[in-house]
Every structure is written in C-alpha cells, then in structure tokens.
C-alpha cells in the first residue's frame, strides 16, 4: 500500500500503527518460525513470555493462557523449537512479535539433547538412586494399570495377567501421547496413592504404552511424571515402548520392563509355578511335622524307660553309697579296742596330772596346819602367856571382870594350877605439876 503525502492529510501515530498491525498480521496469518527460547518467564497470568533467536535476530513471542496448557512440551531456556502461530505488532511499544499456537523440538537432535539435560539434572537431585527403589510384591493382591484404555496394550496386559496368575486390576485410563499426556500420567500415579482407607489401595502400579518416535514418548520424559513416579509410595513398574525405547520414567521406576507385556510377566508369577511352589512348602511341612513327630514319640520313649529304671539306678546308687559308707565303719572290735586305748591314755594322764595336784594340795595343808599351830593357844602359852579360868565355867579376860575374890586355875604351858584372885581399887594416877603463872613483874624481878 502506497500512502501520498499530497493527497492524503498526515497520518496519527496511532492511524500509522494500526495500518502496520492490519499489514502484518494479513500476512503472516500463520507461520513456522525456528530459533532457540531465551529469556522464558511463566507468569502468575497463565501466559509465557520469551523470545526466540538465532545468530543474528531476536524475535519476541507470547502463548496466551488457553494456548498454553496444551503445548506438547513446556518451554525452558536453551531448548531449540519450531513454533507454529501468528504475527502482530504491540503499538504500546512499536514492536512485533508471534503469538505462538504450537511448539515442538527442532529435530530428533535438539530432543535428545533435551533429554540428555533432563536426566542429568534429575541424577544431581538423586532421584535415581538405587536406594531409593522399592521392593515389588510376590504376589500382588490389587494390580493398578495407568495407560490408554484403547489400544492393543491394555488387551496384551490383561491377557498376560490372565494367563500367568489372574488378579484384580485398577485402570485408570490416560491419554499417552500429545497434549496434557503427562499432567494425566501424573494425575493418575498421586490418586492411586491417595485412595481413601475404605477403596482397595493396589500393591503395585504399571506405567505402560507402546512403541513409538521420541516424541510420541515424550510425555514419559516430563518433569511431572517423573517425579510423580518419585514420590509415589506404590511399587512402580515401567513398561514403556519396547526394548530400544528409553525414557526418563525407566530411571525413576522401581523395575523397567522392556515391554508391557513384560511389565505384566514381572508382577505375578506363573500360576502353575506358584501351585508346585505350594505344594513344594506343602510337602515340606508335611516332611517337618512327621519328623518333629517322631522326634517327640522318641523322646517320649526315653523319658518313659528313664522313670521306670530310675527306681533300680536310685536303688543301685543307694547300695553303692550303703556299700562305700560300711567300707569306711570300724568293726566293734576295732572300736572297743580304739576305745580302751583312749581310756588307757586317759588314765595316764589322770595318774599323772592327779599326784601333781595331790602334792600341791598336801604343801596346802601343811602351811594351813603351820599357819593354825602358830595361832593356837598352846603356842600363845608356850610364849609365856597363861590362862585364868574360872572354876564356874570361863576364862576371865580383863580385871574388870573380878567382881570378888575368885578362886581360879592358872594354865601354863607345862601345867596347871589352883589359886585366888582378890580385886583391887587400880593405881590411883599422879597428880600433874600444875606451872606456876608468870606475871609481868616476876619477868622484871
């Protein structure tokens, strides 16, 4: 379009705008544009705000809200995209940009790198820990499947099942492929764990689809899927596509089966193997009783023979220790003999120990006989003393005592005889020399 200064007035600002906006978006109604996202920003809003560039330009994109939530990949810094939408300017700027309607990797090469970088980062946070991976269930009570409900999977699980040892099966079906696949997926791994206490919650959880291009599997490299496995406190299994086919989800997965039917052989056994394992154990136990049987009626046995010999072993015993106890008595001549022999030494020593004390007691006596001689009368008078007795009867033992004139008899040492004795008045007692008073003149005389 071709604007002449001479017949037209001058355009607004505005006018000006509003042509170029009619101008582009007429023609690039819809386009295919390349380049690698920089500057990526997720808003509170819904919508994403980014540009695209390459060596030498930059272009600037926004995917609204509605757009947005279907995108088959969320859109990160350094991915390489081919977005699919609109061009259009923002006149509050003088800018153009492209309203993106679509997004995909710019080629299998750009994908696998993404890839790459994905599970780098998720093996720095640990999620594929092998520490981490829980045990599967021997035989699984309840069985969850999250996969598509049509499709030739679901049928090969369900017939594998049947065939090995059939158990009851959850499904909670999901799209597997293209938009929302994975924010699904997700979804149906965090509600299986949190079924209510009165729904029967499953032993084991399948994850399962089949074969296809990287990116018809690449809903199973999302972040949310991935770390909906690694939060899950259900047994997860990883049948994903078939043997070549690796995804991010086979990592984070308890077990990865290479195919789905795989992923069903992996969590029941075969029930022919499990009834020749019953039977097995069966014959086993069988076997175990019979021996803890007669192991039981043999120690029954040896305890009956045991209380009825014990009588005869007590009897035996209480011989052996009658037999040893006489073997240690002395016979009653030994006895006696024992006896006098001690009687014998006894009495020597009695003899012995008797004339010793007889001798002490004798010098005893004889110094008590000394002692009572000494103090008896006849030795008194043998000293020169007498004795006056009364011829009535007495001994007259002070002179205050002859009262009258007595006759008496005088013993003495060698005799007696016969005399009277008269009292008399005693001595009268000398008159003391009284000392003459001294007077002060006789001192002076």
Known sequence: MTISQEASPPLSVSELSHHLKSMVENHFSRVQVRGEISGCKHHTSGHIYMALKDDKSVLDGVCWRGNAGRLALKPQDGMDVIVTGRLTTYPGRSKYQIVIEDMTLAGEGALLKLLEDRRRQFAIEGLFDEHLKKPLPRLPRNIALVTSPTGAVIQDILHRLSERCPRPVQLWPVAVQGEGAADQIASALDGFNALPAEFPRPDVIIVARGGGSLEDLWAFNEEEVVRAVARSEIPV??????????????????????????????????????????????????????????????????????????????LERFSQSTHSLAARLRTPQEMLEKAMLQVSNLSGRLVSTGSVRLDLLEKGLSSWANLLESYSYEAVLKRGFTVIQRQKGGYLKRLEDLHRTESVQIIFSDGTCLGTLTPQKPFPEKPRKKKEESTQADLWS
């Open 237 to 314: 299994i990883s049948g994903v596509g078939h043997e070549p086919d690796v995804t991010l989800i086979d990592y984070v997965a308890d077990k990865r089966a290479p195919t789905p039917t795989a992923a069903a052989e992996m969590v029941v056994p075969v029930k022919a193997d499990v009834l020749g394992y019953l039977d097995q154990q069966q014959k086993r136990l069988q076997g175990n009783l019979k021996r803890l049987i007669q192991e039981t009626e043999q120690r029954l046995d040896d305890r009956t023979d045991r209380f009825f010999q014990a009588p005869l072993l007590y």
